[in-house]
C-alpha cells in the first residue's frame, strides 16, 4: 500500500524543523535550603549518566541557601543560568517565610520552574493535602508543583518526571536528549499532543483524503522528534528509511480515515476519533520500536504494533 500523499520533497522542511535546536545544551538548577533534598532528587536526574558521552557536570546546577542574602542572592543569580529550575522544599517544613521571597526571585527569572515538596513520606499529610498547602503557600498554580520522597522514589517517576517535562516543553527534545530518564515522558507527550492535533484536523477537513497531507506531516514528524528523543541518528537518508518501516501503519490509517468519511451525519466524529486513535497507535510503536534502539525492522514493527495498546501513553 502506498503512502498517502506524501511528498518526499517535505522530508527537509520537516527534518529542519525538528533538528533546528535538537543539539542546544540544557541545564537545569535544582535550588534549595540544605537538607531539603536536593541531591536525593538529582540522583534521579542523572540515571544512565555514563552512557551519554556528550553530558558532563555542567548538565546540572546545585544552588543551595541558608536564609542569609548573600547566599540567595548567588542561589538565585546561579538559577539564572540554567534552562529550567527546580525548586525544592521540605513538605513537612513547619515555616517557609524565606522559601517564598526566593521562589518569587525564582519565577521572576521568567524560565521554566517546578516547585517540588521533599520529603513527602515525612509529612503528616497526604500528597494532595501537602500539595494544596504549597500552592496556597507560595501562590503557584498546580501545574508547577509536585510532591514526593526522593530518597525511596514515591511520586518521582509517575509524577515528578513528566510534570517538570509539561513546565519545560520549550526544550523537551534537547532535555531528553541528555538525560535519558525523561525519555518516555517527552516522547509521550509527543504522542499525545500530535494525535491532538491530528484529531482537530480530521474534524476539519469535510473532502476525502483531503486532510491526509497534513495529518501525514504530523506524523512524520512525531517519529522522528521520537527517535531523536531516544538518541537515534537521523538524517535525511535515514528518515526516509523510517517513513518506509512504518508507512503500512500510516497508509492502513488513511484507509481506515476515508471509509470514514463516506459514513453520514457523524463521519466528521469518527474522523476525529480515527486519527486520534490511528495517531497514538503508531506513536506507541514507534516509542517501542526506538526504545529498543531501533534493531526490529519491518515485521517486528508490525508485531509492536499489534501490541500497542499495552503500552501506557
Known amino acids: 500500500m502506498a503512502l498517502p500523499n506524501l511528498n518526499f520533497d517535505k522530508f527537509k522542511d520537516i527534518y529542519d524543523e525538528v533538528m533546528s535546536d535538537t543539539d542546544a545544551r540544557v541545564t537545569i538548577a535544582i535550588v534549595g535550603r540544605h537538607g531539603a533534598g536536593k541531591t536525593a532528587l538529582g540522583a534521579w536526574l542523572l540515571l544512565d549518566r555514563a552512557s551519554l558521552a556528550a553530558r558532563d557536570v555542567a548538565d546540572i546546577i546545585m544552588c543551595e541557601y541558608d536564609g542569609q542574602r548573600d547566599t540567595t542572592v548567588r542561589a538565585i543569580a546561579n538559577a539564572g543560568k540554567a534552562n529550567v529550575i527546580v525548586f525544592v522544599v521540605d513538605a513537612a517544613a513547619p515555616d517557609y517565610k524565606k522559601d517564598m521571597a526566593v521562589w518569587q526571585a525564582l519565577r521572576d527569572l521568567k524560565k521554566p520552574c517546578l516547585l517540588v515538596g ?3 513520606d515525612l509529612a503528616t499529610e497526604g500528597g494532595p493535602a501537602v500539595r494544596r498547602r504549597l500552592a496556597d503557600i507560595f501562590g503557584a498554580p498546580s501545574s508547577q508543583i509536585t510532591v514526593v520522597a526522593a530518597l525511596t522514589g514515591l511520586n518521582v517517576v509517575e509524577e515528578f518526571l513528566p510534570r517538570l517535562v509539561a513546565v519545560a516543553r520549550a526544550v523537551e527534545i534537547p532535555l531528553a536528549r541528555r538525560f535519558p530518564v525523561f525519555r518516555r515522558a517527552v516522547a509521550n507527550r509527543i504522542v499525545t499532543a500530535t494525535a491532538g492535533e491530528n484529531a482537530v484536523v480530521g474534524t476539519l477537513f469535510f473532502l ?22 531516544y538518541g537515534q541518528e537521523v538524517g535525511l537518508d535515514r528518515l526516509k528509511e523510517l517513513i ?4 503500512s501503519a500510516i497508509a492502513f490509517r488513511a484507509l481506515a480515515r476515508n471509509i470514514a468519511s463516506f459514513i453520514p451525519v457523524l463521519g466528521w466524529a469518527v474522523k476525529g476519533g480515527v486519527a486520534y486513535g490511528g495517531t497514538v497507535a503508531l506513536g506507541k510503536t514507534a516509542i517501542q520500536y526506538f526504545a529498543n534502539d531501533a534493531t526490529v525492522r519491518l515485521p517486528g514493527v508490525r508485531a509492536i504494533e499489534a501490541k500497542a495498546t499495552n503500552i501506557d501513553v
Open 118 to 120: 521533599n520529603k513527602l
Open 208 to 229: 476525502p483524503a483531503a486532510d491526509m497531507p497534513v495529518m501525514t506531516a504530523n506524523q512524520v514528524k512525531m517519529i522522528l522528534k521520537i527517535a531523536v528523543v
Open 244 to 247: 518506509v518501516v512504518f508507512g
